[in-house]
């Protein structure tokens, strides 16, 4: 039901929001107030954070609940049951409205501006999977992340403007991973690094119990991803691993193939869309090879939701755009990320990456998942700490 709402807020031509699941009822009720939102559609997974929130969030009108009964929500199979088939006036093709991490704050609501196009207007990343991705009616696409993010959702919905298919995982383990590759005989796919990580951790004989040979393309986005972990990819899966940089902000696409990254180790590509510039803390562009701000020119244009302030500080007065990121260009025009700038540890005076870190230490066969952070110090400003889960204790 979650992709058929999604296409019903197409054919409506309304903004729409996905939430996490893992949010809080401050978080939850936060974006429904702040994306104004007048219908809620929910599941009995969720059921006590639903009723909670209904305290918090006026101004919402219908609140809906699919596969089973929540308390003061209508049921949303009775709801659509009775609605007419009887086509929509014209309306103008829809997007969503996705909110982004909140890493240095509130979650930020990402509104893209989108023309009035009719309905069933080609968008920029539909074009981008067919042209890069292997997306097209034959395609068959799997996606393990959850759909609250901008890239599964947005490639899920690619691919079915295509006429391919979908498979959505519940939720990403290594193993049923590549069962599901084999079962489906999956075509293209998208991951994050950690699930990479994950699935080369698995026994050998795991590995190579499962068929993967049905993949053309394993795309690869959202954070860094540590050069040998990528190596032992192309290893294992061919010179099929895509990798790009982008945001829900959609300012700007970078991108590279296994050839141009071979290469280029390191690299998360060369600008696509928009022009890469590399800027001091002042707003001065550096010369290739010198680290400061990731900012795009001539993307796509945004805004972040009721909040001017933020807005601002994500752009140069030349207009140029930023997600905050710190990189580097050579002199082939190729992009290297270091971290995000808000994560960075100043110890000692010295300028501290967690990202680096993360990648040293994710690799040990006994740590499952790490995270890298700042926390002050009396003496050196602030210190590093690194939280570790290790592989024995089960995954939450």
Not at 73 to 88: C, G, K, M, N, R
Request: one cysteine or more; charged letters at 20%; aromatic letters at 10%.
């Amino acid at each position: 039901d979650y992709l058929s709402i999604m296409w019903g807020c197409h054919y409506a031509g309304l903004y729409y929001t996905a939430m996490s699941s893992r949010l809080n009822n401050e978080e939850m009720s936060y974006i429904i107030n702040n994306c104004g939102a007048r219908a809620f559609i929910t599941s009995p997974y969720k059921a006590e954070a639903a009723v909670e929130v209904i305290k918090t969030t006026p101004n919402v009108l219908a609140r809906l609940s699919v596969g089973g009964a929540i308390d003061g929500h209508e049921s949303f199979e009775v709801a659509i049951a009775d609605q007419p088939t009887t086509p929509l006036p014209h309306r103008g093709e829809a997007y969503d409205m996705l909110y982004s991490s909140g890493t240095t704050g509130r979650p930020k609501g990402v509104k893209n501006i989108v023309d009035d196009v009719p309905l069933g207007t080609i968008e920029p990343v539909t074009s981008l999977g067919q042209l890069l991705f292997e997306i097209n009616h034959s395609a068959v696409y799997l996606s393990p992340g959850p759909l609250y993010h901008a890239a599964p959702l947005r490639f899920c919905r690619a691919v079915l403007r295509t006429g391919g298919t979908v498979v959505v995982m519940e939720r990403f383990d290594a193993e049923a991973a590549l069962a599901t590759i084999e079962k489906y005989h999956v075509t293209t796919s998208q991951w994050v690094p950690t699930m990479f990580i994950r699935m080369l951790k698995l026994s050998e004989e795991t590995r190579t119990h499962y068929d993967v040979s049905s993949l053309l393309c394993a795309v690869h986005a959202a954070a860094p991803c540590p050069v040998h972990v990528k190596q032992d990819m192309i290893e294992w899966w061919g010179p099929i691993i895509h990798e790009y940089y982008a945001g829900t902000e959609g300012n700007g696409f970078v991108y590279c193939n296994s050839e141009q990254w071979l290469a280029h180790p390191g690299t998360v590509g060369i600008a696509v869309s928009g022009v890469v510039h590399i800027v001091d803390d002042d707003g001065n562009e550096l010369p290739v090879g010198e680290e400061g701000g990731v900012y795009f020119s001539e993307g796509g244009d945004f805004s972040y939701h009721e909040d001017e302030e933020k807005t601002a500080e994500s752009r140069l007065h030349n207009g140029w755009t930023t997600l905050g990121d710190v990189g580097r260009l050579d002199e082939d025009g190729y992009l290297y990320l270091t971290d995000r700038k808000a994560f960075m540890i100043i110890s000692g005076g010295v300028n501290i990456y967690p990202q680096e870190a993360e990648n040293a230490l994710s690799m040990h066969p006994k740590v499952y998942d790490i995270a890298v952070f700042g926390v002050p110090h009396d003496e050196m400003g602030e210190e590093v700490k690194a939280v570790v889960q290790p592989v024995d204790m089960p995954a939450s």
